[in-house]
């Protein structure tokens, strides 16, 4: 495994007069910035006003000083230093040319997200984490041109955090979207999970990945019968993680009990108000 290392402010580094600009500096002249295989980059200061764009402007017009990274994560920080929904992300287009090696992205964030036209053949691994995925991100990965891709996980998030779509978004996503080697499909952390989990069930992905995620939404008894009644046609799928949900305790038993790996951890209650039940997914805001 490659070494790896987080570079990171916090509100004090900020006041201080670090940013992204100054953080690009530091990353660059760290001695031990050569031996890494992953970077990480926690804040940058100010992510909620401040967006991470001199970091990847930085990769872009010097590729030869990152040309030994090969798994970047950006905005790997939790709600004490900015709350999801806030991250300030930035534009990517000129990352896929300027780093052929890459082989693992993780974003976090989706605040004036932008991947623009997606080209990498070597990229195994694309992660966005957000509290809401906007269609015009979620296009740019359909039409992405991934020929390797194996691991494909995306927090879809909720309509008042940057979700602009619905259960149709996605299909087309899957429809349309050639990712030949794909093995690990996620479409998570949504508030239509089980309309969600309908349209992956019938995808064409389905017959080829290994594992299935579907955590982190409002998956409910109506989602998971749907998943009883097809996973045990699908014996190329070997693991199915459910985890935070709205099951009931009997469907969750018979779930843990298909011959597969399972992870049907954190059963979440539905809360009433005002009459109604509410089922919220687990990240957000």
Request: hydrophobic share 35%; glycine share 8%; charged share 30%.
């Amino acid at each position: 495994m490659g070494k790896s290392k987080t570079y990171a402010y916090d509100y004090d580094d900020y006041e201080d007069g670090k940013n992204a600009e100054t953080m690009v500096e530091e990353i660059l002249s760290d001695p031990e910035f050569a031996e890494l295989q992953e970077l990480i980059i926690g804040g940058w200061g100010g992510e909620y006003e401040d967006d991470c764009q001199a970091i990847l402007d930085a990769v872009a017009e010097k590729p030869d000083k990152f040309s030994h990274i090969t798994k970047l994560f950006i905005g790997d920080m939790d709600y004490e230093v900015c709350e999801v929904s806030w991250i300030m992300q930035g534009d990517y287009s000129r990352l896929w040319k300027a780093m052929p090696q890459l082989k693992e992205l993780t974003i976090k964030g989706s605040m004036e997200l932008r991947l623009g036209s997606i080209e990498h053949e070597n990229l195994e691994s694309l992660t966005i984490i957000c509290g809401g995925l906007g269609t015009d991100v979620i296009k740019e990965i359909e039409q992405a041109k991934l020929p390797n891709l194996k691991k494909l996980l995306l927090y879809i998030g909720v309509e008042n955090y940057g979700f602009d779509g619905n259960a149709d978004t996605i299909a087309q996503l899957l429809a349309n979207s050639d990712f030949p080697k794909l093995r690990y499909l996620g479409i998570t952390d949504s508030e239509i999970q089980d309309e969600l989990t309908a349209v992956v069930l019938e995808s064409k992905y389905i017959s080829q990945i290994t594992t299935l995620d579907l955590s982190n939404g409002t998956l409910t008894d109506k989602g998971g019968e749907l998943l009883l009644n097809k996973l045990p046609a699908l014996p190329n799928i070997k693991k199915l993680d459910v985890h935070y949900h709205f099951l009931s305790d009997e469907v969750m038993k018979r779930i843990e009990a298909l011959p597969i790996e399972t992870d049907v951890s954190e059963q979440e209650k539905a809360e009433r108000w005002k009459g109604e039940l509410w089922l919220t997914a687990m990240l957000t805001e």
